[in-house]
């Protein structure tokens, strides 16, 4: 009976702290949302001045990096300390993402923002958890702030609280950290909230009724997604590595990278600009899509991130999935409105490796009347993307790919959790 009231109090102070991270993280965020709102609209007015100040974005982050030790201060240093194998991100992080991420968008530079918001929380999260005395509170917290960021700049409660349980180790739920982390992701919703942040949502019309030939084409679909996921990935591994053993002088790297991305913004006159939700913009709008809009964003933001700017994936992966969406809907006989919600969630999915984090987030931003489909598309994309992310993840057995065995010739699949 001791044994059980230990426990129960053990939960119940991770659930207060989950709480505190929460709502700290929440307000810190929602800050950073408002102020990336701003900067983004300033982006878009000023548009054909501000794109030629983006070497001046990439000079400054290469001297405050300079200046300042970055190490921890990436998606590699969080994943490490939300696995226990790091210290907690240092507390500059957050500076680091305020100063980079808001200068990236001010000048229209092709990132996201989820890198940021999850970094922050991170931050905030683990340095509370560093000054508590509780058995794992560093690292659990550290997760439970991952999942508060998420949800505070998305909005979307109920997908952040999968992605930071998920993207942590391939294939596995970190179920010691669901206490803190569910209840700082609601807490960061209402702190974010009040702060002045929404969510961007889209009504679906009325959906198809669900049978065996829509089954086969929805699956199809999300296999597609899964490759441009695939894509994304290799992309983004490749760019990093093309800049680094380039230009091995950061200065040069961020001022050549800048002048060639900005000429090259310009010359698409913005439409890939920004976070993407121009491009998501259009689709519902009904304006045209091109074929090649998902791959020439994939690529502007792979170039941008690999060149050493501050930003994230995630906002960039909705837009490529949306228009890649919105590009197969005729030849697969899908509605528009149902393959932009499909390539939405399941290219992010792919591109992360994550599959309930997906399926949760199109059900928010989209309504969960599409959840069905959803789950077939995103579980399509989950196969389909090989165990690739963009992010650097601990490895874990996967059971779609054959392996050679000496034992057998045909290895039975494995649990994915």
Request: glycine share 12%.
């Amino acid at each position: 009976m001791r044994e059980v009231f230990r426990v129960l109090l053990y939960y119940l102070a991770l659930a207060a702290l989950g709480v505190a991270v929460g709502l700290a993280a929440g307000a810190v965020c929602g800050v950073f949302g408002a102020g990336l709102n701003a900067v983004t609209s300033l982006a878009e007015k000023n548009f054909r001045l501000n794109v030629w100040l983006l070497p001046l974005a990439g000079l400054l982050t290469a001297a405050v990096f300079r200046l300042w030790d970055k190490r921890g201060c990436d998606m590699a240093g969080v994943f490490r300390a939300a696995r226990g194998e790091a210290a907690p991100v240092p507390l500059r992080a957050a500076a680091f993402q305020f100063a980079g991420t808001w200068s990236a968008h001010l000048f229209a530079a092709s990132v996201g923002r989820e890198g940021a918001a999850i970094q922050i929380g991170a931050a905030v999260g683990g340095n509370i958890g560093r000054n508590v005395p509780l058995s794992g509170a560093g690292r659990l917290l550290t997760v439970a702030g991952m999942a508060a960021g998420f949800s505070a700049l998305f909005m979307t409660p109920f997908a952040a609280f999968f992605f930071a349980l998920e993207v942590t180790v391939v294939g596995k739920l970190d179920l010691k950290a669901m206490i803190p982390s569910l209840f700082s992701v609601f807490a960061a919703y209402f702190a974010a909230g009040c702060a002045g942040l929404s969510a961007h949502t889209f009504v679906l019309p009325e959906l198809p009724s669900f049978n065996w030939l829509l089954l086969f084409k929805i699956f199809a679909l999300g296999a597609i997604f899964g490759l441009a996921g695939l894509f994304f990935s290799a992309m983004s591994k490749l760019m990093r590595r093309f800049f680094t053993a380039s230009v091995k002088n950061p200065f040069v790297r961020a001022l050549a990278a800048g002048v060639m991305l900005a000429c090259l913004l310009y010359l698409t006159g913005g439409r890939y600009a920004g976070l993407g939700t121009s491009l998501i913009e259009t689709v519902f709008s009904g304006e045209k899509v091109y074929v090649f809009d998902w791959a020439v964003k994939i690529l502007f933001t792979a170039a941008t991130l690999g060149a050493g700017f501050i930003g994230g994936e995630v906002t960039t992966m909705f837009a490529a999935g949306a228009v890649l969406g919105a590009a197969l809907a005729v030849p697969f006989g899908i509605p528009v409105e149902l393959a932009v919600c499909l390539g939405y969630a399941s290219l992010f999915g792919a591109a992360t490796n994550t599959l309930i984090a997906p399926i949760l987030l199109g059900g928010e931003i989209f309504g969960f009347s599409a959840a069905p489909y959803l789950f077939v598309s995103c579980t399509a994309a989950y196969i389909f993307n090989f165990g690739r992310s963009v992010y650097v993840q601990k490895p874990s057995p996967r059971a779609f790919m054959p392996r050679r065995t000496k034992k057998s010739a045909f290895p039975l699949p494995e649990r994915l959790y």
